[in-house]
């Protein structure tokens, strides 16, 4: 087969896949968008959850991305006019800029219940903790990271026509060459992906091996209070063996989501990052191996899809624990008000714990009139700045 032959072979295999994965790119992308409205109203529904504003951007930024193929599609059809470099560079820009800023807001989600489990009683305004603390504050830094590492599109892609019609967006040769454009390929799936994700492994499985009671806080029994001279404890708080399990049985189940998250992201978006890198590199898409990389490139880019319909199911999981924690609180307060009319307060008996906190916002509340028993009983001990009292670490610590 002659080149020419062999070039024209390659482009009606380009134009056959081009036209199939058209209609599948597009019912899929249109569906993906109903899926991730549906997200949007589940995620407006848990505001209390620390999780809130970044399953918000997310779902929000993973719109924008299916909004911009819907555009890149319909506008080959519908809408004609809509062509020229400024176009071709602009969504490219804003395609890009989307998807660094959903890789790194896992990262910052992540990293953010890393700070709250190592650090539970730095609640600070300024700092590096003030900006891990404040959402907001990460989720700014993260589209301000985005927006200049990917700032690049505005000046080194442009639109080109090739035969048939089509338009593609391709690198401009007149400002960088075919090997400066390499290296830049391969720093933009560095930056965006393989970074994100080895920062999201690292979070979670540091967390994972963390023995967070042992080292953050000092357990005994209430037999073991009159001990404790006043120096030891500054303040302190009674929690139940079973609440300590409990806690610690959700932190452990919230930290396998995030792990099967980061793998199902990794699993989605690998494939077609690797492709695309080797292909800059290697040239794949005018080689002799043309037309296995056209339908591998097809199918992975279905594969990479599916990452968008897939976060619903993570947000459906998030709602469910803030539910549970929820009602959970709600029938601990109704059974401590039960107990509280039941019981008037008494002076403590020698069995019993006393609640001090180092905080004076707040008044510790009254012993129970029949403690439990010594076994079921543990107390947390920790010295605390009066700054601070336990009734907030709980609510901001919770996972």
């Not at 080149?3 to 599948?24: C, G, K, P």
């Not at 489990?117 to 504050?137: A, H, T, Y």
């Not at 930290?255 to 492709?275: E, F, G, V």
């Not at 880019?301 to 009602?327: K, W």
Request: with cysteine.
């Amino acid at each position: 087969m002659t080149e020419s032959n062999q070039h024209d072979d390659f482009l009606a295999t380009w134009m056959f896949v081009s036209r199939i994965q058209y209609w599948l790119v597009l019912i899929f992308a249109f569906l993906s968008v109903l899926i991730l409205v549906v997200a949007v109203w589940i995620v407006l529904r848990i505001k209390r959850s620390h999780y809130f504003y970044f399953l918000l951007s997310i779902v929000c930024a993973d719109l924008a991305m299916l909004t911009i193929i819907l555009l890149e599609l319909l506008s080959q059809t519908l809408f004609p006019l809509m062509k020229g470099p400024l176009l071709c560079k602009a969504m490219h820009f804003f395609s890009n800029v989307a998807a660094t800023f959903v890789n790194w807001t896992w990262v910052l989600m992540f990293v953010q219940r890393f700070a709250l489990v190592f650090f539970p009683l730095k609640r600070v305004d300024r700092g590096v903790f003030g900006v891990l603390n404040s959402s907001k504050k990460l989720l700014l830094i993260n589209l301000a990271f985005s927006s200049i590492t990917q700032s690049w599109a505005l000046l080194l892609i442009t639109e080109k026509e090739i035969e048939g019609g089509l338009v593609v967006c391709e690198r401009d040769a007149r400002w960088l060459s075919e090997r400066g454009f390499q290296m830049v390929a391969v720093g933009e799936a560095v930056a965006t992906y393989v970074l994100p994700f080895l920062a999201t492994l690292a979070t979670d499985l540091t967390v994972l091996m963390w023995n967070y009671r042992t080292t953050r806080f000092t357990l005994v029994t209430t037999d073991g209070i009159k001990y404790k001279s006043s120096n030891d404890c500054e303040g302190f708080k009674i929690q139940s063996s079973k609440g300590i399990e409990s806690r610690e049985r959700r932190r452990q189940a919230a930290i396998r989501r995030c792990l099967a998250m980061a793998t199902i992201q990794a699993a989605l978006n690998a494939p077609h990052y690797a492709l695309q890198v080797i292909d800059e590199l290697c040239q794949l898409s005018t080689s002799r191996f043309a037309k296995t990389y056209y339908y591998m490139d097809a199918v992975l880019y279905q594969l990479y899809l599916m990452q968008f319909p897939i976060v619903i199911l993570y947000i459906y999981q998030i709602e469910r624990q803030t539910n549970a924690n929820t009602n959970s609180t709600k029938m601990t307060a109704s059974m401590a008000h039960s107990t509280t009319a039941l019981c008037p307060p008494v002076s403590p008996s020698p069995h019993s714990a006393i609640i001090r906190s180092s905080s004076h916002r707040f008044s510790p509340p009254s012993p129970p009139l029949d403690p439990p028993p010594p076994k079921a009983i543990s107390v947390i001990t920790k010295n605390i700045s009066h700054r601070h009292s336990f009734r907030g670490y709980y609510q901001f610590h919770e996972l």
